[in-house]
């Protein structure tokens, strides 16, 4: 997986197909509930992993996992339209002429302010993903020290969270996005301000029946996320596409590497005085997050306006909203 790219290379593809077949008004809908479907996956998979390699042996474990990707490959070549485009192998660039080309995708000049836009989206991607992945890696440690819980309960709590995330997903990019219209920048902001409160009142929480009633609250959890490569595939031309959902990508898989050990870390050196201190790192990272998502409003608010003043054909973009 390591060299082949394994789950990154096979969610990006996935984002970037569904980017580049689907129109700007389904897209932040249609990338929302493919992230959503990764978020409930990936911890139910850990969590199942444990049950079955010790009841099954890991030779059973890892041929259901052959299986279930003999399955996706099966879908992927029978169902799923190929809608690439033919070129000439021999036109195909170099490995670092590929990367460097990624690059300069991201930062090349464009008209008005969608370079400052991208750049932004960019920051702000590895930022929203941090607190999803540093809060779980020590969630049961916190659960287990602070409430007693065992691996039953922690599980039921996981599986009550996770539906709980995917509903909140649904609400926010299917009806709040399709169905209301609202712009992306918006629902950023909404759900950064959100995951602040919800870190806030996981740090204060007491007693179980408080920790299980503050996911009420965090039904916005996670939506940045997809949010971020609606903004980003928005603001690029098709062409480019993969390329910057790739440096997205490539950002996003540095973030295991730093949150995890400064998660952990947080957690052992403040567990006896105040157990949920791990959780105030969400709320630090959430306010630069905020801030982000209110420089891309006002970004776009400047290009809209430009936008209004050209011809359409002059215009890189011209289907982006105007911020309500």
């Not at 602070?146 to 996981?158: D, S």
């Not at 301000?193 to 919800?198: I, L, Q, R």
Request: charged share 15%.
């Amino acid at each position: 997986p390591g060299v082949s790219g394994g789950k990154l290379l096979l969610f990006t593809g996935a984002n970037v197909y569904i980017s580049d077949t689907t129109n700007f008004e389904d897209r932040t809908f249609r990338l929302g509930f493919v992230n959503s479907m990764y978020c409930i996956a990936y911890p139910v998979g850990d969590a199942l992993s444990g049950i079955l390699t010790v009841n099954l042996g890991f030779i059973i474990v890892f041929l259901i996992c052959v299986s279930i990707n003999c399955v996706a490959l099966w879908i992927g070549i029978y169902f799923i339209e190929d809608t690439s485009v033919k070129y000439d192998p021999a036109s195909v660039e170099t490995f670092t002429d590929q990367i460097w080309g990624n690059v300069k995708v991201a930062i090349r000049k464009r008209p008005n302010t969608s370079r400052k836009i991208i750049l932004l989206t960019l920051v702000a991607a590895p930022l929203v993903r941090s607190p999803l992945v540093g809060e779980y890696s020590v969630l049961y440690l916190f659960v287990r020290y602070k409430f007693g819980w065992t691996e039953t309960i922690y599980g039921y709590y996981a599986a009550f969270q996770l539906f709980g995330l995917f509903v909140g997903a649904i609400f926010t990019l299917g009806f709040l996005s399709k169905k209301l219209g609202m712009e992306d920048s918006k629902l950023g902001l909404i759900a950064s301000a959100m995951d602040m409160v919800s870190a806030t009142l996981y740090t204060l929480v007491q007693t179980s029946w408080q920790m299980c009633v503050v996911p009420v609250f965090d039904v916005f959890h996670g939506a940045a996320q997809s949010i971020c490569t609606s903004i980003l595939t928005k603001h690029v031309e098709s062409n480019e596409l993969a390329k910057i959902t790739s440096v997205k990508t490539f950002l996003e898989s540095i973030v295991p590497s730093l949150a995890t050990p400064l998660y952990n870390f947080v957690y052992i050196q403040t567990f006896e005085i105040l157990p949920g201190a791990h959780y105030l790192l969400s709320v630090c990272l959430g306010l630069p997050i905020f801030i982000i998502f209110w420089s891309i409003r006002s970004n776009e608010a400047k290009l809209k306006l430009d936008l209004d003043q050209k011809k359409p054909s002059d215009s890189v973009n011209p289907t982006i909203e105007s911020p309500a």
